[in-house]
């Protein structure tokens, strides 16, 4: 869900993994930090963050791999 990428991006970021339980990580539902890649939520968290940079765009699964 969102809510859950949310919390995976932010304890990847303090880099604490589950020494903080999630049901205790607060995140804000609204933001232009996630997107919908139906049927996957992906989301980004930094504490320097200059939104004027973000940029999202689509790759194929076949051009990664």
């Given amino acids: 869900t969102q809510l859950w990428t949310k919390k995976e991006a932010y ?6 993994g589950l020494s903080v339980p999630p049901i205790k990580i607060s995140v804000p539902l609204t933001d232009s930090h996630s997107i919908l890649l139906d ?12 939104e004027s940079k973000m940029e999202y ?7 990664i791999i």
């Fill in 11 to 16: 304890i990847k970021m303090t880099g604490t």
């Fill in 39 to 50: 049927p996957f939520w992906i989301s980004v968290c930094s504490l320097n963050i200059d």
């Fill in 57 to 63: 765009s689509e790759i194929a699964l076949e051009d």
